[in-house]
């Protein structure tokens, strides 16, 4: 069974800074994905950013990059310039890869509370 | 396409009671998925369908707990009884085959007192 763990429940950061949310996972699975979802106060689950496994270059989409470290199972979630609308629950994801329907589901880790101040 | 559609948003229902969960996944999707989450547990899977038959159910926890999917635009998770611990935001997620993203609804809050 694959485990996600997030040790941050809270975090703040000042408008415009750089935040770095961390997230490590436990598997025997040596192909996989990782993800990172956005959960804001209206409670909607929203892909932020994700990254296969077998891939070295770390992900990025605009103001959102990852720090993957396959050998330390380490994914975490770096936020620049950050936003108001940033503030939400961030949650980091594990799912297997292969076409086999039994490896579809996501495993989540407990989340990291990010309040972005003006 | 509108996405995926939950119904309803909020549910306050008295314990013993039936309730019934719905959702609509998105067009063309065919995975389908119930989380549940709440404070203590966080976001656990309960059940996922692919193409309508359900493939993984051991998240489901106990008898009381029952999902169905007639067809592929339309999923329904019951709980009968409820009780007050099944307070909690119930999520569904769709994904097809293609793609690893699992678009989310917009999740029904459930109260049972």
């Known amino acids: 069974a694959q485990t996600v763990t997030q040790s941050q429940p809270e975090m703040s950061v000042q408008e415009a800074e750089t935040v770095t949310l961390s997230c490590t996972y436990d598997?025997?699975?040596?192909?996989?994905?990782l993800f990172w979802y956005k959960q804001p106060p209206s409670r909607q689950m929203i892909l932020v950013i994700r990254?296969?496994?077998?891939?070295?270059q770390n992900a990025t989409e605009n103001r959102f990059s990852v720090n993957f470290q396959k050998a330390a199972k380490s994914f975490s979630l770096k936020i620049s310039d950050s936003q108001l609308g940033d503030t939400a629950m961030y949650f980091c994801?594990?799912?297997?890869?292969?076409?086999?329907?039994?490896?579809?589901?996501?495993?989540f880790g407990s989340g990291t509370r990010l309040q972005v101040q003006p | 396409d509108a996405g995926v559609i939950q119904s309803p948003r909020h549910e306050v229902t008295e314990m013993g009671q039936e309730v019934t969960l719905r959702c609509k996944p998105i067009?063309?999707?065919?995975?389908l998925f119930w989380y549940r989450q709440t404070m203590m547990r966080g976001l656990e899977l309960l059940i996922y369908?692919?193409?309508?038959?359900?493939?993984?159910d051991s998240g489901m926890p106990e008898d009381r707990f029952s999902a169905k999917m007639p067809n592929a635009s339309f999923s329904t998770l019951k709980i009968q009884p409820s009780e007050p611990r099944d307070s909690a935001v119930y999520f569904c997620?769709?994904?097809?085959?293609?793609?690893?993203?699992?678009?989310f609804g917009q999740g029904t809050r459930l109260t049972v007192v």
């Open positions: 997620a769709s994904s097809d085959q293609g793609n690893t993203e699992a678009f």
């Open positions: 598997t025997s699975e040596s192909n996989y994905y």
């Open positions: 990254q296969e496994a077998y891939k070295q």
């Open positions: 994801a594990f799912m297997k890869r292969g076409m086999d329907t039994g490896r579809r589901a996501l495993t």
């Open positions: 067009s063309g999707h065919d995975y």
């Open positions: 369908f692919n193409n309508n038959v359900p493939i993984d």
